[in-house]
Nanobody, 118 residues
Framework: QVHLVESGGGLVQPGGSLRLSCAAS????????MGWYRRAPGKQRELVAI??????NYADPVKGRFTISRDNAKNTVYLQMNSLKPEDTAVYYC?????????????WGQGTQVTVSS
C-alpha cells in the first residue's frame, strides 16, 4: 500500500508565495517520478510540473514562477510557487510513479486547495 499526503495549500494574495509538500509512504521500492497537477474550476486537470532523474519540466504558464524539487531521503516532493496569480487558483494534486511490490503504478494525493485572491 502506498499513500501520498499533501500539505501547504491555502489562501494567498496575488503576488504572494506558497510551498506545497507531498510525502509518499508505504511499501515503496522505487519512485520513478513525482509531479504536480492542478484542476481549476470548470477546467480539466493539467500538468504543472514534474521531476525525475532526467530533470524537471514545467507547464508554460508557471515557468519562471514555480520550482519543483525533491528530497529522495524523505520521499517528498515540493512545489515552491512564487508570484502567484488569480489564475493559479485550483486544487493541486500530487502524482507519483512508484514501483511497489514489483508493480509500477501511478498514485495520487487527495488534493490541496490553492486560492489566489485579494
Amino acid at each position: 500500500q502506498v499513500h501520498l499526503v499533501e500539505s501547504g495549500g491555502g489562501l494567498v494574495q496575488p503576488g504572494g508565495s506558497l510551498r506545497l509538500s507531498c510525502a509518499a509512504s508505504g511499501s515503496i521500492a522505487r519512485i520513478n517520478s513525482m509531479g504536480w497537477y492542478r484542476r481549476a474550476p470548470g477546467k480539466q486537470r493539467e500538468l504543472v510540473a514534474i521531476i525525475n532523474n532526467g530533470g524537471t519540466n514545467y507547464a508554460d504558464p508557471v515557468k519562471g514562477r514555480f520550482t519543483i524539487s525533491r528530497d529522495n531521503a524523505k520521499n517528498t516532493v515540493y512545489l515552491q510557487m512564487n508570484s502567484l496569480k488569480p489564475e493559479d487558483t485550483a486544487v493541486y494534486y500530487c502524482n507519483a510513479d512508484i514501483t511497489s511490490n514489483y508493480r509500477r503504478l501511478p498514485y495520487w494525493g487527495q488534493g490541496t486547495q490553492v486560492t489566489v485572491s485579494s
